[in-house]
Structure formats: structure tokens, C-alpha cells
């Protein structure tokens, strides 16, 4: 937060300067409560828990003296009220004109409120005391005048009063347990309670003031809404707005307790009329923007290749970058209220202001230790949760543990492309900060013209107006009707016609109790009243090492709302514990190897085996523990045997590479599995270029393999494993190009390309160019199902006929749906179309999938279900041929495909301006649409096309769908699609795909390695939907359709202005012969001379004589 008064230059981003004297120290406090969270939660929540039990006990709010003793007076008197009569009034009660009248006499009027449904069995019997009973009309309260003097005494001796009871062998007595009456029934009993105190205050109150507070506080609560709303754009719906309020709240706890300490008066009236304009002006953007923080600085380590960055990293690197502004911030907004404390202001301003100034110093402090332990907790469960989830969707598609295990750790939470931008948001809109400003300085600006208005017209208002903000003994502010309450009694004393000073106490109320459950000590707490001389040495931490905190603690869980947070609090722990438990399991990492690379030394190894030879140079290790081999301690050469021996003993990662590649040509070791026996996935790919490079049978063709230019080094080649390539060599580049931007939805997107086929991404830029200039793409999804189609097969077609006829039902439906959804977490069966052709039965299942394209997911469930059909539902004569029966259908032209869908249905359009067609595209409206007639409809129709009637959608879809880890194969049916080209009534051209089948993922697949990961990440789709499984792969599916949209469209304007062939020449697609870079002729060589050249090498090599 910046501070909205301040000029520019000081709210501006900075680095922190090198005087800065903040930083390294909430750094330090940051560090080590993230290094330990829950023991600083548990601190802070007992420090917390015992402040409130002591402001309980104290009643700390708008105290004052009794009297010449100096001591403090006891709870029961907050909320009391004060009137007069003399000869100055007139004979009449008027409130806070004690010092008007002149030699009265000084009364309290105390009422006791006894239950009345204990009154008929247990009758009070009040002691005897120099206090005069009055009548009252409710006959379970008595009222007494007691000498103002004698109050403290009054008070002790009613603190238990005996009960006659009718009940034999029953000892009973009254107890008082607070200063106030209160509803001592339910819930609805005191919010009437409440609703009439507040009614009575605001009838009391000026209009002004009225309308002020409830602007005050509807902007305080509009405060809490916009805190959770950007804590929600940040990732957590509620826990991280939710600590934001409660450590407000210990803030405001402690504040309270070291004011109250400090011996500074807090007038609860006025706080309750500072405090909402104190949270509008602050605010809580510190909070967001430290929060914010440390997600871009986790984001930062991670871009670093810091892949092991922690969150407490993390958040040391965010409050080393924001801390300064922060708690400048901070400072600056403590010293003006420390100016307002020490100013001469009367009207209780001082106080707030210095009550307001150790808010903010707590709410600091808090913010970087309890804060900060919290969000380090919540961004590891986030972070679990997000692992735990990315690793199972994998599994179903069918990745290995290992695998899934390792994509799910590099794509951990948070990740780039959160929103991290500088906008507030106000109930889902955006709004810039400097408006946040502006609000702020009016809010500052109408707060400070009250106060002025009230201090100049104190002069001008009514004595008895309860509107002027006063403390002191003289001058406290009733809480109260004094005549509703105690109208009857007033007109008694009245009666008198002696100058009075009444102080009229709120109602004491009682409660029948045992008369052994409650021993004096424990009383003497719990009634809300002390004797003087508990308030002289009421230290929190004196008398006995932790004894007054121990026995507040203990003393908390007997009130009745902080024992049941308590309660509940233990249960939410329990709970957390609980979850992290099951969470760890799943998050295990397993043993890795050790990360600091010993010395060692790389020497030639001789093999002596039965044909001789040298190896190639390779560090040596001991296999047993790793450790690095001195030369003089490995053998200078090995045989086979020996080199059998070791690969037998699981030592294989011991042989050199010369020795490994020997044993593989020679087919000790197969060939599909070297990642397993070395453990080393790149090590694996060398020797398997080395041995497709020997082997004799290809060696003519494949010999120049080992040292090709085809790539194989900085790979990460475990991803690959058991998910995506077996066999491995190498990896095949590709280029990648970026069309765009262009808007789809509202949004701009780059598209990426991968393609050897010039101009296509400067084709699909044009039309994307196009596309903007009319406002940009718009799509719809129309459907969204993967298929599988088995096959089964009946005895005869009657049988056959019965199980299609059993499918349709309601209850065959249902039955398979059942069976199909016990699978997977996210397959869901929608739908099932089955065909019939003699005694064969062909089955589409229709799923959803999650973010998942969802082939692997799919199979199990389908495998599933007719396993159920065959085993429980009466078909056990059915032959299931195969889970494939090309109904699907997958790979392969089909009708199907185009008439019902398969994958996600999209529809995407958009409107081009004739001016832009011109401009841009270098055609008519009227040519396009004739072009797209004359070879969209017509031609494909001709060549009997099915789903193509389109220029060339799988051009963008292969290139798409390579560069995102998408199955190319699947281009087949994805391409399906038809353009259809329209004139509007103002002349402009509307374009639009129409695209069925587009079968893609974000999840498992080829979109698991990293190269594709970062392609999606550049999307926004990357992974699982954190909060809807299927948006990632719905929107990338919208993206396709798009960049389909603007490829056809440019190359349709292309081919009707005849542009198509020049554009190819101009981007070099075809060159004039010359002399630089027309090839020599090459000398015809006899097809096994090759073959014999290298294969005398190689036995050169290897010491052999043919």
C-alpha cells in the first residue's frame, strides 16, 4: 500500500536504499518464522488468547477513577451513566452536569437481576448494608441507592448472595456473574439485544454523525470484500484474506493491552467511530502486495534453474524486495498519528491516535512473522495439492509413477502467468490504484472535517447532546437510556427535593449455583468485579514464571466464545495434520544420487577379450559406493567374461563405454534396455548410437550415426521414458515460430508454430492481423467427449441384438455408467451409441476427460465397463474382440467423427471490414466468398472429401498440436472442418470454422516435456485447471480453432488475389540455380563399398585379422 497523500516519487518502485535500516531485519524475523510456522502460530495465538483473557479480567475500555483512592474502578461500571438535580437543573435530571450542581450528594443506584424461574423455589437473602431498596417494577430486580463511598464495599458484599431454598438438603447461592445484563437465553434473544442498544444510539445521535458512520463502516466492510476478492486472484479463496483479518486483530489485541498498560484511557465510543475510517485509509494492501510478492519472487527463482527453490526462500527474496516500502509505509502513517497522539486536540483524539499508532506497529510486526508463517504454510499445501493431483491425472492416462512423479515436481505451485498486476480488484472489476488514491484522500478529508465541524460547534451544542466525544471521570458517555432504565427510581429520590448526583449502574446479573462449585479465588475472577488491590500488581508475566499466563490460558477455556474457537481450532488442526500426513506419502522423493561430482580422472581401458582391442576413455568409479578409483587401483584390462560378470552382478554402470557398447553389439545387452540396466537415461542413448552405428547388417547406412549432427545432449530423457519414445537416439528440432498476437475471446495470444513450411506462420500472422482489425476472434464449444469404440461379438445375432437393445435402456446405460466411472477421478461416461452388423456389436463410448486428451484413461474405463456387462449383467456369452473397433474413431478418416464429434466442438468467427479486406488482404468481399465457394464447397465435394472442406486447417493444426506436445497423428480427425464465408448487410466479410473433432490435452502425453511444457505455459493452459478440470484443454482447443480461422482466411484472400505463388518466392521458397550452390557431381561408389570400408575400421579397431 501506498499511502495516498504521498507525491509520486515516493510511491514509485525502488530498490531499497543502502541506509535502509528495516529490511535485514524483517528479514531475519521473516526467515525464521517461515523456517519454523507453527510454532510462530502457536506463539502468537497463545500471546493473543492470553491478551484477551486479561482485557476480560481488566476491562480495559474507558476506565476512570473511584473516587481519591487512585485505584480502578471495576467492570461494572462501563456502560453506567450520570445524572444530576439541584436547584441549577431546575429539579430536573439532566446528564453530565455534576459539576453545575453545587453541595449534592453523591448515590449510586445498583439493580440486582436475579433469574426469575429460581425465584419461586430459592429466594435471595441480601445482606444487611446502610443502602436504601427502592421499588421496582419487575419483581426478579431489586434496585438499592448506596452512598457513592460505600459502593466498593456494597459491591464485595453481594458478590455471593445466599439463597433459602425449598428444596431439602439443597445449599444454593447466587452468583454474580457480570457487570451488564445481558439475554441469558439464545441467540435471537440477544441480537434483539444488540439491535436495541444500537437502535437507542442511533436516536440519540446526530443525523450527520449517523450517516458518516454507516458510511464509514459500509466502506469497511467493502475494505474486507475487495481483500478476500485479491486474495482470491492471488490463489486462495479464503485462509490468506482470513489471517489477514486475524492478525489484524491480534494487532488490535495487543495494541490494547500495552495501551491500557501505558495508563491511556480507551473510550470504546470513539473507537467504534475511528476504527472503520482507520481501516479504510490503511488498509490491507501491504498484505497483497507482499503476498504478491512472493509469488513473483518463487516464479524468479525458478526461472533461475533454481528448481529446488523453497517457499521460504521465497519469501525472504520478497520482503528483501518489498520490505522497505512497506514498512516506510508503515513508519510514515505511525508518526502522523504520533503527532495526533501528542497534539492538544481535546474530544478523545489524542487517545485513538495513540491506540492507532500501536496498531500499526503490532500489525508490522505481525506481518512478517505471523503472516508470513501462514502464507509459507498455505503455498506448501497448495503446492502438494497441486503435485498430488497433476501426478494421479498422469497415472490415469497411463504415465509410469516415476515419470509422472518427476513432471508433477517441475510443474509445482505457483507458477508464471499468475495475476500479478498492479489493479485492484472492487467485486470482479479492475481498478487502477491511483482511483484507490483518490478515495482514500476523500476518506482523509471527510474524517478530518467532522472532527473540525465537532470541535468548532461544541460551543453552539445542547449540554445534554451524548454526541461530543469526552473522557475523564466527569464526563462519561452513557451507553444507556438512564430514564428507561431507572426512570421509576429517579422520581423516588425526586421525591426527596435534595441535590443529588445519581450514577446509575448497569444491571448486575445472577446466576443460582451449588455453593461448592465455586470457591472464593476462582469467584473473584469470574464476576467481573476486583478489589483494589487485584489491580496493583496485575502484571501479565509477574509473581512465578509463567503462573499468570498459565492460569489465563486455563481461565480462556471457560469463556464461552474464545473456549469454543479453542474447540475448533484443535479439530482444524487435527484435520491439517492429518491431510499433510496422508500428503508427505505421496510427495516422498526418492533417493537420488549425490549431487557433488567427485574428481576423477578419465583414462583408456584395455579390453583383452578374444578379439582384442582397446576401449574408450571414461571416468572410472567404484560400483559399490561410487566413490572415484585411482588409476592404479583399475585393471588395465578386462575380457568379456569379466565384463559379463560384472553386468550379471548389476554392475553395469561400472563398464566403460567402450566395454558397454562391446557387450550390446555382441547382444549381452539388449537394446530396448539400456536406460534399465545403467540407470542413466543420456549415458543409455550414447551406447545406443554406438551400436546402431556398428551394426554389421545396417552398417552402410547407419554408420555415420554416432558422430551426426542428429542432437542428443541436454535432454532430460527421463520424461521420455515409459511415456513418450522408446529406443531413444536423440531428439529431432524443430523451428518454432510465434503468429500473432492475436485477440480470441477478449485475449491476446501468441500462436505457436512448429513447421519446416516457410510463410505458413507469416500467413497466419496476416490473417490474425486481419482478424484484430475487426475486433478479433470469437468461439464457442459445442461439445466436448473423447470416444472409444470396442467390438464384441455374440453367438448369434438375437443375443446380439438383446445387448444392444439392453445398452439403450435406462438401466443397461446405468450400469455401464457406473462401472466406466469407478475408473478415474475425471472420465465421465455422457453418452453411448452402439451399431449393430450381424452378430459383431460396435460400442462408442462418449467421456469427458479432464485436461487429459484422454485415449490411456478412456481404454480402462471402457475395459471396466464391458467387463461389468459380462460378468454381472447376464452376458457372459460375449466375446470381447477388441477395445478398438475403428468405431472410435481414432486416426483415420471417418464420418462419425464429423457428424457427432469426437474431442472438443468448436465453432470460431469473426468479422473482417470490406476497408480491411482491401488493405490487408488485397482482395474483394465478393472474391473471397466466390474463391471459397468455387474450392471449399464445390471441390472438396467433388473429390468426395469428408471434413474437408477447408484450404488447409491441418496445416495449422499439425503445426500447432507439434509445438504443444499434442498427438500429430491425430491431425486426421482434428482437421476436420468447414469455412463458411458470408457477406453482411454492411458490406463486410464473416468468416467462420467450424471444427468437430479437435482432439487435444494438457496433460500427460508429449505436453509432460519440458520444450512443450513451456509452449503451454506461454498459453496459460499448462497442466491440470487448478479449480475446473477441462478449462486448460478447452481453451487450448478454442486457440486451434482460432488460429485455424486465421489461417484460412489468409490464405483463401491469397489464392483469390493471386498471391500465393509470389509470396512463396519472396520468402525463398525457391532460389536460381548457381554455381555457389549447385553440388559437384558425385562419383557413382559400389552400394557394399561403404559397408566393407567401415567394417575393416571396426575390426581394425577391435584388433581383429580377416
Known sequence: MHLPFLPPSLTTKKPPPKWDPFTPAFSRLSQSATAHPVQTMVIVALLASTTYIQMLENSLFDRSSWGQSGSKRADLMDGSARVSVGQETGWQWKENTADEVTGAKHVALVSLSFPPQSLATSSPVLPSTSATELESEDPATKVFSVPYDELPGFISSIKVVPAESTEEGATKQYTMQTGRKSSSGNLISRAEDAVRNVWDLIQNADSLDVVIMALGYISMHLSFISLFLQMRRLGSNFWLGATVLISSTFAFLFASIVTHKLGVPINMVLLSEGLPFLVVIIGFEKPIVLTRAVLDAHINLRNKSNVNASIQSAVVAAVQETGFLIVRDYVIEIAILAVGAASGVQGGLRQFCFLAAWILTFDCILLFSFYTAILSVKLEINRIKRHVALRKALEEDGVSHRVAESVAKSNEWPRAGADTDETTSVFGAKVKDSSIRSFKIWMVAGFFLVNLINLFTLPYRDATSTTVLTTGADSMVSEMNVFQAAGKQLEQLLASREALTVTVLQPIVYQLQHASIFPSSVLDAAQGYHPNSAYENAELFTEGPGSKMVDSILRSLNDPVLGKWIIASLIISLAFNGYLFNAARYSLKEPTERSEKTQVVERIVTVNCTCGGKGEARPTTNGTNGEAVKPEEVQSSRTIAECEVLLKA???????????????????????????????????????????????????????????????????????????????????????????????????????????????????????????????????????????????????????????????????????????????????????????????????????????????????????????????????????????????????????????????????????????????????????????????????????????????????????????????????????????????????????????????????????????????????????????????????????????????????????????????????????????????????????????????SLDQQRGITR
Open 650 to 1096: 548389476k554392475r553395469a554402470k561400472d563398464l566403460t563405454n567402450a566395454e558397454l557398447v562391446e557387450l550390446a553389439v555382441r547382444k549381452k545387452i539388449p537394446g530396448y534396455a539400456l536406460e534399465k540396466t545403467l540407470g542413466d537415461s543420456t549415458r543409455a542413448v550414447v551406447i545406443r548410437r554406438a551400436m546402431v552405428a556398428r551394426d554389421k547388417a545396417t552398417i552402410d547406412r547407419t554408420g555415420r550415426l554416432e558422430h551426426s549432427l542428429l542432437p542428443y545432449k541436454d535432454y532430460d530423457y527421463d520424461r521420455v521414458l515409459g511415456a513418450c519414445c522408446e529406443n531413444v537416439i536423440g531428439y529431432m528440432p524443430l523451428p518454432l515460430g510465434l503468429a500473432g498476437p492475436m485477440t480470441i475471446d477478449g485475449e491476446e495470444f501468441y500462436i505457436p508454430m512448429a513447421t519446416t513450411e516457410g510463410v505458413l506462420v507469416a500467413s497466419t500472422s496476416r490473417g490474425a492481423k486481419a482478424i484484430n482489425m475487426g475486433g478479433g476472434a470469437v468461439t464457442i464449444l459445442t461439445g466436448d467427449g473423447m470416444t472409444r469404440g470396442p467390438v464384441v461379438q455374440f453367438p448369434n445375432v438375437r443375443r446380439a441384438g438383446t445387448a444392444k437393445n439392453w445398452i439403450d435402456s435406462e438401466e443397461g446405460t446405468k450400469a455401464l455408467q457406473t462401472a466406466f466411472n469407478s475408473t478415474s477421478r475425471f472420465a465421465r461416461l455422457k453418452s453411448i451409441k452402439v451399431a449393430i452388423a450381424g452378430t459383431y456389436l460396435y460400442i462408442r463410448f462418449k467421456t469427458t476427460t479432464g485436461d487429459a486428451m484422454g485415449m490411456n484413461m478412456i481404454s480402462k474405463g471402457v475395459e471396466a465397463a464391458l467387463s461389468a456387462m459380462q460378468q454381472e449383467c447376464g452376458f457372459d456369452d460375449m466375446d470381447i474382440i477388441s477395445v478398438s473397433g475403428n468405431y472410435c474413431t481414432d486416426k483415420k478418416p471417418a464420418a462419425i467423427n464429423w457428424i457427432d464429434g469426437r474431442g472438443k466442438s468448436v465453432v470460431a468467427e469473426a468479422i473482417i471490414p470490406a476497408h480491411v479486406c482491401q488493405s490487408v488482404l488485397k482482395c474483394g468481399v465478393d472474391d473471397i466468398i466466390s474463391l471459397n465457394t468455387a474450392k471449399n464447397y464445390i471441390g472438396s465435394a467433388m473429390a468426395g472429401s469428408i471434413g474437408g472442406f477447408n484450404a488447409h486447417a491441418a496445416n495449422i493444426v499439425t503445426a500447432v498440436f507439434l509445438a504443444t506436445g499434442q498427438d500429430p497423428a491425430q491431425n486426421v480427425e482434428s482437421s476436420n472442418c468447414i469455412t463458411v464465408m458470408n457477406k453482411t448487410p454492411e458490406g463486410n466479410l464473416s468468416i467462420s470454422v467450424s471444427m468437430p473433432s479437435i482432439e487435444v490435452g494438457t496433460v500427460g502425453g508429449g505436453t509432460i516435456l519440458e520444450p512443450q511444457g513451456a509452449v503451454l505455459d506461454m498459453l496459460g493452459v499448462r497442466g491440470p485447471h487448478l479449480t475446473n478440470p477441462g478449462d486448460n484443454a478447452r481453451r487450448l482447443a478454442r486457440i486451434v480453432a482460432a488460429a485455424v480461422l486465421a489461417g484460412e482466411l489468409s490464405l483463401n484472400s491469397a489464392l483469390a488475389a493471386g498471391h500465393l505463388v509470389q509470396s512463396h518466392m519472396a520468402h525463398n521458397r525457391s532460389q536460381p540455380t548457381t554455381r555457389t550452390n549447385t553440388p559437384a557431381p558425385t562419383p557413382v561408389i559400389e552400394a557394399g563399398s561403404v559397408a566393407k570400408t567401415l567394417t575393416a
